[in-house]
């Protein structure tokens, strides 16, 4: 290719780096939005981040759009190929965590028709390691750090072992007190979608271990959600 061929790929990539940068900024802030409803019991704010989940869908058809066009018209090989397709694969995970942080919110609205439950701020702490491996992820993805990768890849497990735990913790809440069962049911729901945006945060990660080395990393995934035992 000549060298003007080479600068406008980079750029179409530098573009679709900065498309998939800013979906994941945006979704990271919906999921600390969503909690700071659920805590402050505001459904009216909880239906403004619902609406929010727009935005990312549009921003993830927009890469797909630009990934289908560098592969007809550029035809990528190699490293070059690996990078378009990482980044339609990365976009598809950063909408899916959007969909979970707007559930999140969702369930937020029910719950404020039920007395509170001081077990509801263990969301908060669940959230906050989510979005650190997601922001990390995003880090080494923009920065082609595959060690960084490989440690979210493995930081997962606390998220897992979080989730047990508080899992498990709200099984006795409902078994002491039935009256609890109806809102520890969406809050199940909401901690498993929060342990779900670790594995599209892990997921993110191994793609860019792929387009670093060519590969996925080795070896099964370390899990520690035990919930159905």
């Known amino acids: 290719m000549t060298d003007h061929i080479l600068k406008s790929f980079d750029t179409e990539l530098d573009r679709l780096y900065d498309e998939i940068k800013r979906m994941g900024e945006l979704a990271m802030s919906q999921l600390d939005a969503a909690v700071d409803v659920l805590g402050r019991r505001d459904?009216?704010?909880?239906?403004?981040?619902?609406?929010?989940?727009?935005a990312i869908d549009a921003m993830e058809s927009a890469v797909s759009m630009d990934v289908l066009k560098l592969l007809a018209l550029r035809q990528p090989m190699a490293r070059d190929l690996?990078?378009?397709?990482?980044?339609?694969?990365?976009?598809?995970?950063?909408?899916?965590?959007?969909?979970?942080a707007t559930n999140?919110?969702?369930?937020?609205?029910?719950?404020?028709?039920?007395?509170?439950?001081?077990i509801t701020g263990?969301?908060?702490?669940?959230?906050?390691?989510?979005?650190?491996?997601?922001?990390?992820?995003?880090?080494?993805?923009?920065?082609?750090?595959?060690?960084?990768?490989?440690?979210?890849?493995?930081?997962?497990?606390?998220?897992?072992?979080?989730?047990?735990?508080?899992?498990?913790?709200?099984v006795t809440y409902m078994m002491e007190d039935p009256r609890t069962i109806g809102a520890?049911?969406?809050?199940?729901?909401?901690?498993?979608?929060?342990?779900?945006?670790g594995d599209h945060a892990t997921n993110i990660a191994e793609n860019t271990w792929f387009v670093v080395h060519g590969d996925m990393p080795e070896?099964?995934?370390?899990k520690e959600d035990r919930t159905s035992e």
């Open 104 to 118: 999140v919110a969702k369930r937020s609205i029910v719950l404020n028709n039920s007395p509170a439950l001081p």
């Open 82 to 100: 690996r990078e378009v397709y990482a980044a339609l694969r990365i976009s598809a995970d950063i909408e899916r965590i959007g969909d979970y």
């Open 184 to 197: 520890c049911a969406h809050l199940m729901f909401m901690a498993k979608n929060i342990e779900r945006i």
């Open 122 to 170: 263990r969301i908060a702490r669940l959230a906050k390691i989510a979005n650190q491996l997601l922001a990390d992820a995003l880090k080494a993805y923009s920065e082609g750090d595959a060690e960084l990768a490989a440690r979210v890849r493995d930081a997962d497990v606390e998220l897992d072992a979080m989730y047990t735990s508080f899992f498990r913790e709200l």
């Open 219 to 222: 070896g099964e995934r370390r």
């Open 43 to 54: 459904s009216n704010a909880a239906a403004r981040v619902v609406a929010n989940d727009d």
